[in-house]
């Protein structure tokens, strides 16, 4: 007789024991304190660009919230690492940055400055300059002035900015901000596209970091 053979065959296959399901793998949770950059809408997807210790990162926060920080904020921020897929690539996967939380932490010196100096100072900007790079000349001027310890721009704008005016020309991959005073002689700001968040000054013959 086979019969006995074959049942304890199956009885044995029906109670293996089965090895248990993985776990779904959880998105890393974080928090630590970052200055801020910029929020930047022009892409698919809304970015926290922050810097922190030297390293610049892009974190997604799509929201229809106002974001008010400004360049030089110190603000904290709680976000994920999960996996992303690019629109339009559904196939292509990495682990990308979510916001999850913000919160301001310390005030930088533009926001300072913007709360204590009524923007008085005039810009003349050439033709067909987009509404995109016009937001970014005029931050970008602003967070000079706030920070520059170049003498005497600094004693104007702290004094009597509705003397200043800066004129705006396209230069290489970028734009030059000539500032102008009734009577001092200014810096020149360079402000090269292709490098946002460093600023530059121009003398007429070589361009180094802003001081």
Not at 111 to 137: G, W
Request: net charge negative; aromatic share 14%; charged share 20%.
């Amino acid at each position: 007789m086979k019969f006995p053979l074959l049942f304890l065959i199956v009885l044995f296959a029906c109670n293996t024991p089965t090895a248990p399901a993985a776990k779904e793998k959880q998105d890393d949770i974080h928090l630590d304190n970052f200055t801020f950059l910029d929020y930047n809408q022009e892409g698919d997807e809304s970015l926290f660009i922050v810097c922190r210790k030297g390293d610049t990162l892009a974190m997604i926060y799509n929201t229809e919230e106002g974001i008010t920080y400004q360049m030089g904020d110190r603000i904290g921020l709680v976000w994920k690492d999960s996996a992303y897929s690019p629109a339009g690539d559904p196939q292509s996967s990495y682990t990308a940055h979510f916001v999850q939380q913000h919160t301001l932490v310390k005030e930088g010196a533009l926001s300072r400055f913007l709360k204590s100096h009524p923007v008085t100072f005039t810009f003349v900007f050439p033709d067909q300059v987009t509404e995109y790079a016009h937001d970014i000349i005029f931050k970008r001027a602003c967070y000079y002035m706030a920070n520059t310890a170049s003498q005497p721009l600094r004693s104007i704008v702290d004094k009597q900015t509705d003397s200043l005016s800066i004129n705006v020309e396209e230069m290489n991959k970028g734009f030059l901000l000539r500032f102008k005073h009734t009577t001092d002689s200014l810096p020149q700001l360079y402000i090269n596209f292709e490098e946002l968040y460093q600023l530059y000054e121009y003398d007429g013959v070589s361009i180094r970091p802003a001081s």
